[in-house]
């Protein structure tokens, strides 16, 4: 069993993107986020039969200064593209997403571009502010 296929997008010691690929596979739970991110990454595993116990998770005033988002590709192709705030917003690497492909967006620019009509299950954190107060364009 191919155990889980993860690539981490960094520059000068910043997180950019984490990806989890398609074709990745775990025999048991794998995270692969840092435990200080904001949006914990990573895969479930468990072998037919498992049953968690019924439960909730605690309430803990969290303070998040970043907000990372989180696509899953189910349909399409889409391409990303990094961008090094600390060098003059310059682009520095491209990743093609596919079908099952899961990036995790950590920190730093990005841009989208649709390679062929997608649709992908995207997660961040809220509450949602508006477009004005979520994003800055370069």
Request: contains cysteine.
């Amino acid at each position: 069993m191919k155990d889980i296929y993860y690539e981490k997008i960094e520059k000068n010691g910043v997180v950019f993107a984490e990806i989890i690929y398609a074709n990745s596979s775990t025999p048991i739970t794998k995270f692969v986020s840092d435990d200080k991110q904001s949006l914990q990454f990573g895969l479930l595993a468990h072998e037919a039969g498992f049953i968690e116990a019924p439960h909730y998770h605690k309430p803990i005033k969290r303070v998040i200064n970043n907000l990372e988002q989180m696509f899953v590709v189910q349909r399409g192709k889409i391409k990303i593209t990094f961008f090094d705030l600390n060098d003059g917003n310059k682009a520095f690497r491209n990743v093609i997403l596919n079908v099952g492909d899961a990036i995790n967006l950590v920190d730093g620019g990005h841009s989208l571009e649709v390679l062929e009509s997608m649709q992908c299950i995207s997660v961040k954190q809220g509450p949602f502010m508006g477009d004005a107060n979520d994003k800055i364009e370069f």
